[in-house]
């Protein structure tokens, strides 16, 4: 069952974008830089030890949505940033280095088998080279932004590299705990998903020399379009089918990872559901068939639609924090990108 | 056997420290610089999420030899840096919290059983724990550095983590590789151990704010010195007895791990030797036997001496880069420092 068919988010108005193409006509707004982008990227994950650009590239240039990054070149644009230097670019460069770091490490950690369609670096090259290459693109993105020069940018985002490693540890704490709570989960995604989505947001307003008010509007857009996204993503692990999302569904509940789908299922299921919880997620003990009940408990209580509702609502807070900015083409675009993380499994 | 039986090293003159007091007389008359270090170490490394401290104490506060940061001490003191804000310190705790990463990253790498006499992080609290605490520490210690406000100590220290990245990544590449050669090893070794070294050193004279020929002595010391620690440990691998050196005896031979001792023995030997070490190192096909059996074969072609020779070369060339310095009590004790770590093993 696809999300879409739980999720009655876009009733395409005639004359408006339908929000899965936001990302489409994000992506052609900003056809330039995000060109600039990819060229600053390849160039920078350069190295005389071959292996790290073959790794790097093998999620890199795997043709990712590009999604941070682009966030930071649209935050730049929504600022009026027109500056021949094009920080901006660099700093989108970075942000993607990031985040391609925090995927190796992930799929260490996760062991993930499909990765955006393809066979997780970490199975191809093994966990040694994964979180080594993770290492460099780390270091990599802080070199490109002392390059860039600015203490604000290093701040943030060296910050923004902290709380995600505090987020991912912290859901490595609370996993297989059943008794975790809500509180708990939104700090991990918090921490693990929005903070980067927040920097680079963040890093675009500065690079424009932004008033504090602007800044903290699309850091505030950032942060909580990344809980949304997290949101649907989680939904979407127990809800959209392998070809549509290009990952193996039921990862997480493999994993026993505590996610808001689970929590709400737990939370509403009786004795004997608590027990099926608490023998597949608790203790890891599954059976083939486990999936497919765990996804019927969570139908029967309104869980993952209970999340997506959860999703819109940060979604909604996402594009309010806009409107700090006058209307303009770049916003109402941003706007459609919160729309999109919350509609975009078919 | 214990590498002092191979080292005619210290010929203790009389009135002269020998070598491996020389770390002890550092301790010392840095104990100030030092306790405010590990107060800086311990504060910083604080975190709401529980795991983080207390995984990271289990490397950072398990009382290491805290030789990285004692050469950033060392280095400003030398330098004269006598500053109320103390900015060594907090560069010193940086080198700590990044070596400590590379620990983290290498336990998940190595699958070292013992590091520092100690069961590796690793093994008590699993390998994605290390590679997520490791990655906090790596973005806190970037965080130090942002509070300290120099882009020459970032760009420095940037750079130092990327070389460290790639010389664990060209370690990988060449594992196995007994035809790789010297050139290629000494590639790694500078990196994934003397870059750390040499920016260890070279930011302590840069918040002094000394003429480049003072850096640039200070930053060949370090690199010199890390280049002779790391042929140093591994001739132990070889030759040391667990209790002295904290670790098993044979790590890089279990791993195939390509150090000179087997290169030389590799290069030295007969076809018959050279099908022994295609099996245990090129192919990692070992029986119990084998360790005493590639020990016996460098012992008969002189591979641990010739390494230690090569040490010791190097460490002469420490000694050297220092003599842009004027003789003083700091000088004397950082040419020690040289002749301990070639001499470390009792």
Redesign the interface.
């Known amino acids: 069952m696809g999300v879409a068919a739980i999720l009655p988010v876009t009733k395409p108005d005639p004359g408006q974008r339908t929000a899965p193409d936001a990302l489409s006509a994000l992506v052609e707004m900003l056809q330039a830089d995000l060109e600039a982008t990819n060229r600053t990227i390849v160039a920078r994950m350069d190295?005389?030890?071959?292996?790290?650009p073959q790794l790097a590239a093998h999620i890199v240039a795997a043709g990712g949505k590009r999604l941070r990054p682009l966030l930071t070149l649209a935050a730049a644009r929504l600022c009026g940033y027109e500056a021949a230097e094009a920080r901006h670019v660099k700093l989108a460069a970075c942000v993607e280095f990031i985040h391609t770091a925090?995927l190796l490490?992930d799929d260490?950690?996760d062991e993930s088998l499909l990765r955006r369609g393809l066979a997780s670096a970490n199975a191809v090259f093994g966990?040694?080279?994964s979180?080594?290459?993770g290492?460099?693109l780390?270091?990599?993105a802080?070199?490109l932004m002392?390059e860039d020069?600015s203490?604000r940018v290093?701040?943030i985002l060296?910050?923004a590299?902290?709380t995600?490693?505090?987020g991912?540890?912290?859901q490595?704490?609370i996993q297989n705990d059943l008794d975790a709570g809500e509180a708990k989960y939104l700090e991990v995604i918090r921490g693990k998903t929005a903070a980067l989505f927040e920097a680079a947001c963040h890093v675009g307003a500065v690079v424009a020399a932004r008033p504090e008010a602007e800044e903290r509007g699309l850091a505030e857009y950032g942060l909580n379009l990344g809980i949304a996204f997290q949101l649907v993503d989680d939904a979407l692990d127990y809800a959209a089918d392998q070809a549509t999302l290009g990952k193996t569904v039921g990862d997480d509940f493999r994993e026993g990872k505590i996610t808001l789908p689970v929590l709400r299922a737990w939370a509403a299921g009786d004795a004997a559901e608590r027990a099926f919880w608490q023998r597949t997620v608790g203790e890891l003990e599954q059976t083939d068939a486990d999936l497919a009940e765990a996804m019927r408990l969570m139908e029967r209580h309104g869980a993952i639609a209970a999340t997506l509702v959860r999703a819109r609502e940060f979604a909604a807070e996402a594009k309010r924090a806009l409107a700090v900015f006058p209307a303009s083409p770049m916003r109402a675009l941003l706007m459609d990108v919160a729309d999109y993380t919350v509609s975009r499994a078919r």
């Open positions: 190295s005389p030890v071959a292996l790290i925090t490490h260490v950690v966990n040694k080279a979180v080594l290459v290492d460099f780390f270091a990599r802080f070199q002392v020069g203490l290093l701040d060296c910050r590299s902290a995600i490693a505090e991912e540890v912290l490595l704490v």
